[in-house]
């Protein structure tokens, strides 16, 4: 009987491995997407025997039995994506570290690499859902185009002058432990306490902001088919398993008879 529950945690494992990629395949064409891998870890063993055979002599090795598997986390890559040509005068990305900081509707902080950003009816810089960029930056009327430099500051030059004028500049954050952020959904995270609190990045820490491109998803494709492939057998043999024990179950049954 415990074979069936033992290889039946192996099923679910898989089934949550097979979940986990088709969630990467589906963002393979989400800007600043960021795959996401899973991490297993075995179950409590039983003692099958316990002491020393005698004579202050032990055993050369223990004697336990394995309970299954389960999954232990789940965790992001942040590794960049490439970065593609979009030459939008409001499609930003960042090369490097760091994050674009995002204000919330209930004022709290999230974070995104996703820099595909707009103006709403105010003027104010948002994200294509509409939530506004920290901090606040605001393009007036009659300005004939927006500049964003490496440092993130955001330049306005208006009809008929020559020299900009500056409307403000990206907030760039950062993490300790970004692969702890906690995902919301819409390419935005927000701090844990797996992540730490956020970090302000200023010019020295080797971020730039790039005007008219955007991150693409980190995914792999043909990595992801290969591991989808991998726990597609794995799923089989363990599903094999559950079949063998209940021909064992059956054997034993009919001794009976």
């Known amino acids: ?16 491995r097979i979940e986990n990629i088709s969630n990467n395949l589906a963002n393979v064409s989400t800007p ?5 891998r899973e991490q297993f870890e075995d179950l409590l063993y039983q003692n099958m025997a316990t002491g020393t055979p005698g004579q202050g002599r032990t ?10 598997v389960r999954l232990g986390s789940m965790v992001k890559d942040f590794t960049s994506g490439d970065l593609v040509a979009t030459n939008g005068d409001y499609d930003v990305s960042i090369a490097g570290r760091g994050f674009f900081v995002v204000e919330m509707p209930d004022g709290s902080e999230a974070y995104t690499r996703n820099g595909q950003l707009g103006i709403n009816a105010e003027g104010e810089l948002v994200t294509q859902a509409g939530h506004l960029i920290s901090p606040g930056v605001e393009v007036p009327q009659g300005v004939r185009t927006v500049r ?22 990206l907030r760039i954050a950062d993490f300790m432990n970004p692969a702890g952020l906690r995902a919301m959904g819409g390419n935005l995270y927000s701090a844990s306490m797996e992540s730490g609190p956020a970090l302000d990045l200023g010019e020295q820490d080797g971020y730039r902001v790039q ?10 494709v043909a990595e992801e088919l290969v591991n989808m492939i991998v726990a597609q057998r794995s799923f089989e043999m363990t599903s094999k398993a559950v079949e063998t024990s209940d021909q064992m179950m059956q ?6 008879r």
Request: glycine content about 14%; aromatic content about 8%; overall charge negative.
């Open 211 to 220: 005007q008219g491109f955007l991150e693409s998803s980190n995914v792999d």
């Open 59 to 68: 055993r050369a090795s223990i004697l336990q039995s394995g309970s299954g």
């Open 32 to 36: 600043g997407f960021k795959k996401q």
């Open 148 to 169: 964003f430099l490496e440092d993130g500051t955001v330049l306005a030059f208006f009809e008929g002058e020559s020299e900009p004028v500056t409307l403000g500049q």
């Open 1 to 16: 009987m415990k074979s069936l529950f033992t290889a039946a945690t192996g099923m679910a494992a898989q089934q949550t």
């Open 251 to 256: 054997t034993v049954n009919g001794l009976k």
